[in-house]
């Protein structure tokens, strides 16, 4: 399968770091050697502590050993799996705290810490219990507004108070620290609890005696259940001041089992979601090295073969983004027959589950990709984000195409793309970004990275107006993230019928993909059923229309609105991987749109028919399509 994701837009992005006025601490001059400061971000087989403990163990061994890298202030997710490094930090919770993740349930205050858990309390009765060793001792908080205050005690020593809240209402989240030092190496006891009001605490990392002479460390960002889009769920000022302050000179992102083992996630998307990943940790941490791995090879039919389409595109997305891979899935061993078999026999995995790490399978993976690590860390810095994109998408806008008619105001519309609008096209007329017209820094544009999968700019092909082409293969844009809508309407004439114009990426989507060829319907028959429980309507070139009898007659342009009787999502255009095409020759395993779009635009929350009819209205004049019935300015 060829290679399919988006480039979402690189933005840098500002976060502030100032430190809370209260403790009467400094933070260590000392810094871990150069190219040894790493986090390490995935799911159950980063939480489980197998991988990053052996990665820490083998690096202190040949650097020395700056501190216990960032543990989380959750007790289970601090000691991780029985056997796994500790790091020399024992965690105990104690009273009325509550534990954060961002999965399996999505804890809304889990996303204001960048390793996926965090600990909150109210209760001033509650403590959380840190024994370690070291002469110094970091504390990860969460401040953001209406945040609460906590107190930090080292060794029974006098207590220190900490504001969590934003110094303004409107601030947005981010990670800060405080430092305590300590006169001896330990062991040591830190005492933190709730004082007034709620406080998210989200990590710690001490800091060891020989830190001044430099050493390894290695950072553990890891939720068991976590799929990559819920580590990009984390708000951008909390994973790039997370990152700021932790300042590691490697990231490596491990995640993808969960998405095609839990919720079968397309290859696309899961490429896309990656992608933003790396744009996210470059723009706050421009000069640091990033490393990609695929998964473990685990999982049933037919997770095992997105896992398997994951790692055969991974390489290539990592050429494009200029970062480093590393082919863990092959490495142990593969899926062969759609099993967990490799890994289970070569001793990497218990056989009782035969998806995580164990021990042993820790220790493999962490000498095999050793040799990576120091390999980035020799290297000079990435490029910025800003040349990555120069790089791979081309030319720049054509700044001749304008819109004839002027588009209606109206609030409530999300994204509106139009193939006359602002496009980043390559050097074969290829649209590699199609920018949203309204201003939506969340949904700012339809990309494509990789030139082989953009579809074609044609000029003059409607009413002197251009469009893009969609081969019906392999061509496909995809958003930086979901689009949730009402409704949309777009301008568009079909070759073949029976391809996706929309899709979510994940296999419960089944909502746009046309019926059978013969009667070129469409909505394929299984979504007919859900449109008419959702109350559905269809309107043509203006006309209300059964979704039931909604044709689409091949080579014809039409207008097309659809109001899909609720809210759904899109992240994808052009291309469904788990929906079949219907046609009468065959059912194939994915589907296409094959033909050419003008115009599309979505109604976020609020779609009526005075709405519709000013969009409708506005696409008739501008491409010369008659509405059946007139609509009404």
Known sequence: MRLLFSLFLLCLIGCAQAQSPAPQSSTPAARPSAGSNIVFVGDSNTENGFVTGALAQALEAKYGRFGSGWRSLVEGVARGSEGSYSGGVTVKNEGTWKSLNIAPQGD???????????????????????????????????????????????NGAATQTIDTAAADAKAASVVKKITLTADAGGPHTLALRPANGSVTLLGVNAISVEAARGGAVVHKWGRGYAESRQFLSIAPSVWSSGLQLVQPDIVVFMLGTNDHNISSVSTQVYLSNMTQLVAHTRAAMPEAKVLLLSTIPAGVWPSVSLGEQYARELPQLAKVLDVKYFDVWNWAGGAPEGSTKAVVERGLAPASDGIHWNAEGGRQLAAAILPVIEELAAQKAQAAPSEVLAKVSGATTDAAL?????????????????????????????????????DNPSLDAASQLISKQRPMLVKNVINGLPALDFNGESTLLALPQSVSFRAYTFVARIRKPGGALLSEGRTHFRHFGSGAASENGFFAPEVLDEMKKRSATTFVNGSATAPDQLKYPLGEWQIITVDVGGHQSARLIGHNQWHRRYSDEKTELSSWWDGEIAEMVFFVNV?????????EKYLSRKYNIALSTPAQP
Request: charged letters at 20%; hydrophobic letters at 45%; aromatic letters at 8%.
């Open 108 to 154: 809304k205050d889990a996303f204001l810490s960048p390793a996926g858990t965090a600990l909150q309390s109210d209760d001033p009765a509650a403590v959380t219990t840190v024994e370690f060793e070291g002469r110094a001792i970091e504390v990860f908080y969460a401040s953001h507004p209406g945040g609460g205050s906590f107190t930090a005690s080292l």
């Open 402 to 438: 304008k819109a004839a008619i002027a588009q209606p105001v109206l609030g409530q519309i999300g994204l509106w793309l139009s193939a006359d609008g602002a496009l980043q096209l390559d050097t074969q007329n290829r649209v590699a970004r199609w920018a949203n017209a309204r």
């Open 607 to 615: 779609f009526d028919a005075a709405r519709r009819e000013a969009v």
